[in-house]
């Protein structure tokens, strides 16, 4: 099924997600779920409290469909080392239509379980790194906005209460 994106103020998206213990059939259709919901939404990452999930499982693939091998699933993912600085902008489909820059490490190394329950490590440069951080950030209920300043964090804060006024950020 495709889940709709929860949108910034929903406070699952600021809560920590429970670890994932459970690696069942309903668990590995919640990531098939959760890969067809971000496709549908034109991500290339998306996290189980952004469907209203409060899971520690996020799945990411930079490829977008191009490369199945980049299709990964981050269940209790932990970041292990990281290397080096990237600039770029960012964006989150919790927070649809603004972009800024944020600035991220340029290699990440992750250690996270798969769907079925087996751990593996990953690294990732660029684009993929940005994902990594991106992603696990959610698990800890922490949006990319929290990374800019606050001058620019309240900008947008001003201009989604606006939205919600007219009832455009549902
Ligand atoms: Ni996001």
């Known amino acids: 099924m495709i889940y709709p994106i929860v949108k910034f103020g929903d406070p699952v998206l600021e809560m920590p997600g429970k670890p994932v213990t459970e690696f069942d059939d309903k668990l590995k259709q919640l990531v098939e779920d959760m890969f067809e919901s971000m496709y549908v939404a034109q991500g290339v990452g998306l996290a189980a409290p952004q469907i209203g999930i409060s899971l520690r499982l996020s799945v990411i693939d930079v490829s977008f469909k191009e490369d199945p091998g980049m299709k990964l699933v981050l269940a209790n993912p932990k970041i ?3 290397e080096g600085k990237q600039a770029g902008t960012e964006g ?11 600035t991220r490490p340029k290699r990440v190394t992750v250690r996270a379980q798969n769907e079925n329950g087996e751990w593996y490590e990953y690294t990732g440069e660029d684009l ?8 696990i950030d959610h698990l800890d209920g922490k949006l990319y906005i929290s990374h800019i300043s606050a001058l620019k964090r309240d900008l947008i804060k001003r201009k ?11």
């Open 92 to 102: 989150c489909l919790s927070i649809p239509d603004f972009r800024e820059s944020v």
């Open 128 to 135: 993929l790194a940005r994902a990594f951080v991106h992603e």
């Open 160 to 170: 989604i209460r606006k939205l919600k006024k007219l009832g455009e950020w549902k």
């Open 80 to 82: 292990i080392k990281v």
